[in-house]
Each structure stands twice: as C-alpha cells, then as structure tokens.
C-alpha cells in the first residue's frame, strides 16, 4: 500500500498562490500515475489534475491556466503550484496513485489531505 503524504495548504488572499506536496513511500513511483483531488464541504471529491508517468498532465477546466501539476521521480513525489486562487478552491486538497489517471471512485486509500481556504 504506498503512503501518501499531503502538505503545503494554508489560508490565502484571492488572486494569491500556494504549492502543495504529496510524499509517497514505497519504490513504485515511477510506475504510478499521480493524481491531486480536493472536496469542499458538503460536496463530492472531485478530479483537479493528473500527471502520467510520462509526464502528460490532464485538467480540470475549472483550474486550467491557474494550476500546474509535476512530479519528481527522485523524490517520490507530486506538486501542484496553484496560482490565482480564487474563494471556490477552497477545499481539502488529496493525492492518489494509480497505473492511470482516473476518477475519485478508483481509489480506496486515501491520506489526510490538505487544507486550502482562500479568502475573498
């Protein structure tokens, strides 16, 4: 089971940015596509960005332009650098692995996560 380690959310002014970390354990990384989810109060967990092992990246259209998703192999782990953050991203910020980018139902292990508030 690979560990996920979440960090990097704090309270931020709207239009500010932040960049989030998920450390993951194990030595399987480099096989795993990584993919950064968040869920805000009251509401479905849902898909932000995903990065494959070959570096292609997918988004949602609610943070394109704004987020960027990369990884490093070395470091067992994923960023997402969020710019221009708007009140609606707040939310509690996860990341999962898995051989492909998929939707919040394909995984069963989740970490605690991390919180971002944006104020307005």
Known sequence: QV??????GDLVQSGGSLRL???TSGNFFGIY?????????????????GITTNGDTTYADF???RFTISR??????VYLQMNDLKPEDTAVYYCN??????????YAYWGQGTR?????
Do not use: I
Request: hydrophobic share 40%; with cysteine; charged share 20%.
């Open 72 to 77: 490093d192999n070395a470091k067992n782990t």
């Open 97 to 106: 692995a898995g051989l492909e980018v998929n939707g919040p139902e394909h």
């Open 33 to 49: 596509a990584m993919v950064w989810f968040r869920q805000a109060g009251g509401k479905q967990r849902e898909l932000v960005a």
């Open 63 to 65: 943070v394109k332009g």
């Open 21 to 23: 970390s998920c450390a």
């Open 3 to 8: 560990q996920l380690t979440e960090s990097g």
């Open 116 to 120: 971002v508030t944006v104020s307005a």
